[in-house]
């Protein structure tokens, strides 16, 4: 059995299970819950699957883009699940697990949109398949009103972006309008079976998620100093 965990935007979701379903899950909406809750949350789905982190084959996370202190959290868990217990660890991008657990299921090209602020949204383009996912436009930042510019006419679109958007995006395209999944941990499950879906990390001490751009506070801080902000890791500190 595998732990799936999907920190990525407002809502916090886990899941127990293997690529024929979860056995456990659980899910909570507002980041600033993220934190506190997580651990608490994976205690959960581990009792009711009749599992425990000994006996899981890894950890499926949800990679980016998306909410940094979501990411943040979210990475930390699982490096620290890796470190402490051996568990392997596979990553997919949130806008992929987006695409492949959009409702109704759809095999083709689906465009995939989640918030980035500021006028902007994270998009991707996957085509899913029954047994597979390919990348047709890997996750990046636009502005929304270009990211019907990312995709062929008639693909799908999905996101988690304002109605608007979406709506717009979908009379561009053309295409299928398809509701996101409510339960992107448990998607996570099902990519296992999926070729080119998940990635395995080689080396987790040094794997960061994809966050995408930099946090609202480092923007900030950029701003008012007028200078990147230091690496804390350099020897300029």
Do not use: C, N
Request: no cysteine; net charge negative.
């Amino acid at each position: 059995m595998w732990l799936a965990i999907d920190t990525s935007a407002d809502q916090a979701a886990v899941a127990v299970g293997d690529a024929g379903g979860p056995r456990a899950e659980r899910s909570l909406r507002g980041a600033r819950q993220h934190a506190a809750q997580l651990l608490p949350m994976i205690d959960v789905v581990l009792a009711e699957a009749g599992a425990s982190l000994e006996t899981l084959d890894g950890v499926l996370l949800a990679d980016g883009p998306g909410s940094f202190t979501g990411l943040r959290v979210g990475a930390a868990v699982a490096k620290g699940l890796a470190a402490a217990h051996g568990l392997e660890v596979r990553t997919a991008p949130a806008l992929l697990v987006l695409a492949a657990g959009a409702l109704p299921p759809h095999r083709g090209p689906v465009l995939a949109l989640t918030d980035a602020l500021r006028g902007d949204v994270y998009a991707a383009v996957y085509d899913v398949q029954e047994t597979s996912v390919s990348v047709v436009r890997a996750p990046t930042v636009v502005t929304a009103g270009d990211a019907a510019l990312l995709a062929a006419r008639g693909a799908a679109t999905v996101g988690t972006v304002h109605e608007s958007i979406l709506a717009a995006v979908a009379a561009q395209l053309a295409g299928p309008r398809l509701q996101a999944p409510m339960a992107p941990a448990a998607v996570l499950l099902q990519l296992l079976d999926r070729r080119g879906a998940l990635t395995p990390v080689a080396d987790i001490g040094r794997w960061e998620p994809a966050y995408g751009r930099p946090a609202e506070a480092q923007r900030k801080w950029e701003e008012a100093h007028g200078r990147p902000l230091p690496d804390p890791a350099s020897d300029a500190g």
